[in-house]
């Protein structure tokens, strides 16, 4: 069965840097488009970024553009996301999903941004 894994949340000072990563197992994990997606306390998932089964697609959310990146290893079954210039609003539990509504998420990795 489908297991994502998330990993490498934290408490980070505004304008710091975090990178995630998401161990995948269960499917073939380079065959698919992956997804990050977050929940800040108190609100409903939000999608973040997604990125084809090559890599050559990439998308992410008008919130998170320019400060984010989202990679992959198909020899690792591992999906990335480095934050950067990271904001109060960005607290959250960061999760990766098998599509955009956070279908097969993992338990998340937290991410508290915050002086």
């Known amino acids: 069965q489908v297991q994502l894994v998330e990993s490498g949340g934290g408490l980070v000072q505004p304008g710091g840097s975090l990178r995630l990563s998401c161990a995948a197992s269960?499917?073939?994990?380079?065959?698919?488009?992956m997804y990050w997606v977050r929940q800040a306390p108190g609100k409903g998932l939000e999608w973040i970024s997604a990125?084809?089964?090559?890599?050559?697609?990439?998308n992410y959310a008008d919130s998170v553009k320019g400060r984010f990146a989202i990679s992959r290893d198909n020899t690792k079954n591992t999906l990335y996301l480095q934050m950067n210039s990271l904001r109060s609003e960005d607290t959250a539990v960061y999760y990766c999903a098998t599509d955009s509504r956070g279908a097969n998420r993992g338990q998340g990795t937290q991410v508290i941004v915050s002086s």
């Open positions: 269960g499917f073939t994990f380079r065959s698919y488009s």
């Open positions: 990125i084809t089964p090559n890599s050559i697609n990439i």
